[in-house]
């Protein structure tokens, strides 16, 4: 898999979770992603960058354009040094919520993407890589 | 402050949100909305989303939140104009808004206050 090109953006307020949506809305559109395509990406991104800033207290994320012999897609890796999750599984469930919201920010990203992967630490932060292929 | 404009229409408010609203701005409009609504004793809120691309579990919430506390106000809540690839990607998502009036557009969404308002058989305020 070679990377195409890559961006690191901070999210530490909540009008980063807006410029994220923007960016990824953008890379989609160039791709040539269809429009639910594009949608269902961009409401991912908004839901882990926005469990980034609330639970993970801010970080940053990671956007990568990614091609194999046969496919090219988007990658996006979140990342903070937060709090992390003690139980992912738990987290994962939908309706689950550590905050006031609904609990449908990881298991509505991971149904919105292609591929999902979590790794969390409590005490280090949390890392949230998704992928959505063309 | 940025904020979003509430329109007065008789009984009736209408809000356009024409923008990629940041978190803050989302919870700016349930508070003025709350507040117009009392303050302009008004009966039913239009909340016209055609021009938003994506509607996450934010800002979800936020449509839920304004309708129960207008519902509790006496004041009833369309949500129109959603975009299909928005309600394909809100059902994976996992939220359905249920509780949330929606109309297709702006027009049945005000005839669908209109019908409630006038089934509800009030008067109208001598003030308003």
Redesign the interface.
Same mark, same amino acid.
């Given at each position: 898999m070679t990377i195409r090109k890559c961006e690191t953006m901070s999210i530490v307020t909540?009008?980063h979770?807006?410029l994220v949506? !923007?960016a990824v809305?953008k890379q989609s559109v160039a791709l040539g992603f269809n429009?639910?395509d !594009?949608?269902?990406f961009?409401?991912a991104a908004?839901?882990l960058a926005?469990n980034t800033l609330d639970h993970g207290g801010g970080g940053s994320v990671h956007l990568e354009i990614v091609e194999t012999d046969r496919r090219t897609g988007i990658r996006l890796t979140f990342e903070d040094q937060g709090p992390g999750i003690a139980n992912l599984d738990l987290a994962l469930t939908?309706g689950y919520t550590s905050g006031n @919201?609904?609990g449908? @920010?990881l298991? @509505?990203a991971r149904?919105?993407s292609n591929e999902f992967e979590i790794w969390s630490e409590p005490g280090k932060g949390t890392r949230v890589t998704i992928v959505r292929w063309k | 402050m940025e904020r979003i404009p509430i329109l007065k229409m008789g009984v009736f408010l209408l809000v356009t949100i024409q923008v990629d609203m940041h978190d803050r701005l989302a919870l700016t409009l349930q508070d003025d909305l709350t507040d117009q609504i009392v303050k302009h004793r008004a009966r039913g809120v239009l909340i016209d989303i055609s021009t938003l691309e994506m509607v996450d579990s934010f800002i979800g919430r936020m449509l839920g939140t304004i309708a129960s506390m207008a519902r509790l106000l006496d004041a009833d809540t369309v949500v129109v104009g959603m975009q299909p690839s928005v309600a394909i990607t809100l059902v994976e998502l996992g939220l359905s808004l249920k509780g949330i009036r929606t109309a297709l557009d702006v027009e049945k969404g005000m005839a669908a206050l209109q019908l409630a308002f006038a089934e509800r058989g009030d008067t109208q305020d001598d003030d308003s």
């Open positions: 909540a009008e979770i807006v949506r !923007q809305r429009l639910v !594009q949608t269902k961009v409401t908004s839901e926005r939908d @919201g609904m449908l @920010g298991s @509505g149904r919105l | -």
